[in-house]
């Protein structure tokens, strides 16, 4: 079984401050996907990393996949009330015909004003 | 483009009744997917779709089954609700090279 442990659970921060959170697994993904999921919606998807070392960058989330390809991270800058959300990796695999994504249990995060 | 639909969005059920989830999607995508998500533990994949005529156990397959009804639509059913049922319920589609997922809006399921 492929497991995703994201960390922190929880993150509450005041408003401009900085943040990371990590997505690490010991299972090799073909790609790495990040949602983001506000209360009453489904998961949107941010971006997908695929190449080792991958670099993304989405206005202040900077998104990185690690030269194995078994981890991510998310760093957001200057965090603003907007970024407050469920944030959710995902690992890609692909069997049976389709791609099956394993998700991360998801960081809350909380931006103050 | 409405993207994933979802029918209901709330459902209230008695233990033992039975109902079917309904999904649609207007992205002429391939794949399609159910996943449940409770507090603390994430998003399961339930039960998903590689194509039209093809389905395949996720990893929390039991008491549920699905149609592939044609390319755009895949139903959930629950024959017999349990309460460890209750949760949100949500339905993908994908077709794209890396497989990202778009979700529907969930439904929102209580058995009491």
């Known amino acids: 079984t492929q497991l995703l442990e994201q960390s922190p659970q929880f993150l509450s921060i005041q408003e401009g401050e900085n943040l990371t959170v990590y997505c690490n697994s010991s299972s090799v993904f073909s790609s790495l996907q990040w949602y983001r999921q506000e209360p009453g919606e489904g998961p949107v998807l941010l971006v997908t990393v695929v190449t080792g070392g991958e670099v993304k960058k989405l206005k202040r989330l900077t998104f990185q996949f690690g030269d194995a390809r078994k981890d991510s991270s998310l760093h957001i800058t200057a965090a603003q009330p907007g970024d407050t959300g469920l944030y959710l990796c995902a690992g890609a695999t692909f069997g049976a015909g389709s791609y099956q994504l394993t998700f991360g249990k998801g960081t809350k995060l909380s931006v103050i004003p | 483009n409405a993207g994933v639909t979802q029918t209901p969005k709330f459902q209230v059920l008695k233990t033992g009744q039975s109902m079917t989830l309904q999904c649609a999607q207007d992205?002429?995508?391939?794949?399609m997917y159910w996943y449940r998500q409770d507090p603390g533990m994430g998003l399961r994949l339930i039960y998903y779709s590689a194509s039209e005529g093809t389905t395949d156990k996720g990893e929390v397959p039991n008491g549920y089954n699905v149609s592939r009804l044609n390319k755009r639509e895949f139903s959930l059913r629950l024959e017999s609700a349990a309460p460890s049922q209750t949760s949100v319920y949500f339905c993908?589609?994908?077709?794209?090279?890396?497989?990202?997922?778009?979700f529907g809006p969930g439904t929102r399921l209580t058995v009491t």
């Open positions: 992205m002429n995508h391939n794949s």
């Open positions: 993908a589609s994908s077709g794209t090279p890396q497989g990202e997922q778009y």
